[in-house]
């Protein structure tokens, strides 16, 4: 069993930062690709970043690119999201997903490649 859960959502300002962190837990789990996925509503879930074992080998949605920094600790299974400069259009449900198995870079923003998801965190940002 592979246990996700995700922290460090809230209400800031347009222009502020938060940092949302994951862990993922499981006897012998040990995640390939570590992502971070936010539906917000009315929308379908968008890919936002991901990263890979290496953790050299990191992916953003252009939406997000120069203002979000995805990052791993990999022997804990964690992963985290800096979000700076953050605009109302970012206000979602943020989700981070994983999984143990080896995903070509060309489908990492694809959604049903991860079969580990979070219950997710509710990011606001107000104008």
């Known amino acids: 069993q592979v246990h996700v859960a995700e922290s460090g959502g809230g209400l800031v300002q347009a222009g502020g930062s938060l940092r949302l962190s994951c862990a993922a837990s499981g006897r012998t789990f040990s995640a390939y690709v570590m992502g971070w996925f936010r539906q917000a509503p009315g929308n379908e879930r968008e890919f936002v970043a991901a990263v890979t074992r290496s953790a050299s080998n990191t992916y953003y949605a252009d939406s997000v690119k120069g203002r979000f920094t995805i990052s791993r600790w990999s022997a804990k299974n964690t992963v985290y999201l800096q979000m700076n400069s953050l605009k109302p259009e970012d206000t979602a449900v943020y989700y981070c997903?994983?999984?143990?198995?080896?995903?070509?870079?060309?489908?990492?923003?694809?959604?049903?490649?991860?079969?580990?998801w979070g219950q997710g965190t509710q990011v606001t940002v107000s104008s």
């Open positions: 997903a994983v999984d143990p198995r080896f995903i070509p870079s060309d489908t990492l923003s694809s959604g049903s490649r991860y079969g580990y």
